[in-house]
């Protein structure tokens, strides 16, 4: 009933956020700046306009546009006189950004000759801290000024470690506790007679699969994404839109899960099963997601599907 009632909202919740998109105008009438606009946006997914937020303890911005440097300067990071090396940027006027600082991309520049990288990108923290610095290095410091973007930076950069803090600890609260006590409940082998938590153990592993193919296959639709994420699915590629929905699935058949396992367990039981189904689908996905990358993965998810549903047969039947 729960399960179904989150479904209806979902659907009427998606339906109602539903977008043709931005009408256009008329490419005949654009002048030849903003042509040269559209197709670094197509390229670089971002253009003039685009707000960023430094995720790097720091950023360094030359106050001097990129065209009037001299030319040592642009070409090299560093210059050496005599037996001393002095850095670029001591050369010139620079500013530096600290972490948090919200930015953004004033102006786009050209700069054929610098063998390091040609596009150089004008930032402004407000209105007197503006500067100059190529695209490689602003790119390496800065995330999306978006949450869904920052979400997605955080979690692919420290996901492997969490899971592995994750799992150790919750296995070391299942080795104690069957010492003391024997049968502990956990998905896949000692379960609940319910149906969500394997639901939701096949919903991650098959996003994480998912996830990974898109990657694999389609990578500048999801750096597409990366820059302008949506949570609406029917706004996305088929693909990103099938991944979208999938994530909220997860979120629906979490609550459910959570819901009906209070019912068939004591508090105590009930938050420690549902530490080691956490634990379940953090394993998941990263194992699916990496084993993808590496063509591993489907296989591996149709045996995963065959022994989850072969092991909830085996519990109805118990």
């Known amino acids: 009933m729960l399960l179904s009632l989150f479904t209806i909202h979902y659907s009427l ?67 050496t006189v005599g037996d001393v090396t002095i850095p670029m940027l001591s050369m010139v006027d620079s500013l530096t950004l600290r972490r948090h600082n919200h930015l953004v991309v004033a102006d786009i520049r050209t700069v054929p000759t610098d063998s390091i990288d040609s596009v150089w990108v004008k930032v402004a923290r407000d209105q007197l801290t503006q500067g100059w610095v190529r695209e490689c290095t602003l790119l390496k410091a800065v995330s999306p000024d978006d949450p869904i973007s920052q979400f997605i930076d955080f979690f ?28 502990a409940k956990i998905v896949h082998f000692n379960d609940i007679p319910s149906f969500y938590p394997t639901l939701l153990c096949l919903l991650v592993a098959s996003s994480a699969v998912l996830y990974s193919s898109i990657q694999l296959f389609a990578p500048e639709m999801w750096r597409h994404f990366y820059y302008h994420p949506s949570l609406n699915p029917y706004a996305l590629p088929w693909h ?15 609550i459910a899960t959570v819901d009906d396992v209070r019912c068939h367990l004591p508090l105590g039981e009930a938050i420690l099963y549902l530490a080691g189904l956490a634990a379940v689908c953090a394993f998941c996905y990263v194992v699916f997601s990496v084993a993808t990358l590496y063509y591993v993965g489907y296989p591996l998810l149709i045996a995963y599907f065959a022994f989850a549903l072969y092991r909830l047969s085996l519990q109805k039947s118990i």
């Open 240 to 254: 990103l839109g099938l991944f979208v929905t999938a994530v909220w699935a997860i979120l629906i058949v979490a």
């Open 13 to 79: 919740f998606t339906i109602s956020c539903y977008n043709r998109g931005p009408i256009t105008p008329d490419a005949w009438n654009l002048t030849e700046r903003q042509l040269d606009s559209i197709s670094f946006y197509t390229t670089h997914h971002y253009t003039q306009g685009y707000n960023f937020v430094i995720t790097a303890d720091s950023l360094v911005i030359l106050e001097q546009q990129a065209e009037m440097m001299p030319v040592p300067d642009v070409l090299a990071s560093e210059i």
């Open 156 to 183: 692919s950069n420290a996901h492997l470690l969490i899971t592995l803090a994750f799992s150790t600890l919750v296995g070391a609260a299942y080795g104690v506790r069957r010492l003391l006590r024997k049968g």
